[in-house]
């Protein structure tokens, strides 16, 4: 065998074989206890380390002494695109695909749901932002931004 197929071949086999994720979005940036809200309502998100293939979230917003919702989130590669999976209340899962991403933050988009459309994730210094975006019941663009910061 021709020496340079030879490492070639064992050039691209050693990151399957050391469970190298070739996958071009990195999301660690994501993972962590996350709390916001205001008017009366807590708002947390917890994001679980991507073990595995999958990274998994739950969010639950929080009024007064009463659950108010909850969600159930994970991001999975679907035919090859990260894809962000939401359950609001149980519901069945709706799939956004990334759009757009860069060092600590990612849209995602699904123009076919009625809304939210885009669900946009931002890590700055001060905590994680997040925003739902599409819209609305007019038909006029609609953005509902959530703020958060680690819970204690």
């Known amino acids: 065998m021709n020496k340079r197929l030879l490492v070639a071949l064992v050039a691209a086999f050693i990151p399957l074989a050391a469970g190298a994720d070739s996958r071009p979005a990195n999301l ?3 993972v962590g206890h996350w709390c916001g ?5 807590f708002i947390e998100e917890h994001w679980l ?5 999958v990274l998994l979230g739950l969010s639950r917003t929080v009024r007064g ?7 159930f989130l994970r991001i999975e590669w679907l035919d090859g695109v990260p ?6 209340q149980g519901q069945p899962p709706v799939s956004f695909k990334l759009k757009a991403s860069g060092q600590g933050w990612a849209r995602f988009e699904n123009p076919e749901h009625d809304f ?13 932002h997040a ?20 819970c204690d």
């Open 116 to 128: 939210p459309t885009r669900v946009e994730y931002r890590r700055t210094q001060d905590g994680l």
């Open 65 to 71: 002494p009463k659950t108010a919702s909850f969600e």
């Open 83 to 88: 894809s962000y999976i939401a359950q609001p």
């Open 37 to 41: 809200g205001g008017d009366g309502k």
């Open 49 to 53: 380390d991507a073990r595995g293939d």
């Open 131 to 150: 925003q739902i975006a599409g819209p609305g019941k007019d038909g006029k663009e609609m953005a509902i931004p959530f703020h958060y910061t680690a």
């Open 28 to 30: 660690d940036w994501l």
